[in-house]
């Protein structure tokens, strides 16, 4: 079993930064992939950035050039570094491990 424990999440003004973080525990050796998903009320879930063991990463388009998806290997931990948010990225963001593990989920909110 893996662990997943998000953080860094809260309120933040249009145009400002948060970095969100994913602490993972337990059988870590077997995670390939840490990914960021998130979840606006009333929408689906959707993927906003992955990255593998490898270091390959991969970004919803919406978020292309403002976050930024770093870690995993170092200190089991992965990093959404989110830069010149819009009140559409306000979702609850969620860290997956290997698409199968979720932790419980962070609130951000963007707001004036």
């Known amino acids: 079993q893996v662990q997943l424990v998000e953080s860094g999440g809260g309120l933040v003004q249009p145009g400002g930064s948060l970095r969100l973080s994913c602490a993972a525990s337990g059988s870590i050796f077997n995670i390939y992939a840490m990914a960021w998903y998130r979840q606006a009320p009333g929408k689906q879930r959707e993927l906003v950035a992955a990255?593998?063991?490898?270091?390959?990463?991969n970004y919803a388009d919406s978020v292309k050039g403002r976050f930024t998806i770093s870690g995993f290997n170092a200190k089991n931990t992965v990093y959404l570094q989110m830069n010149s948010l819009k009140p559409e990225d306000t979702a609850v963001y969620y860290c997956?491990?290997?698409?199968?593990?979720w932790g419980q989920g962070t609130q951000v909110t963007v707001s004036s």
């Open positions: 990255i593998t063991s490898g270091g390959s990463t």
């Open positions: 997956s491990g290997n698409y199968e593990y």
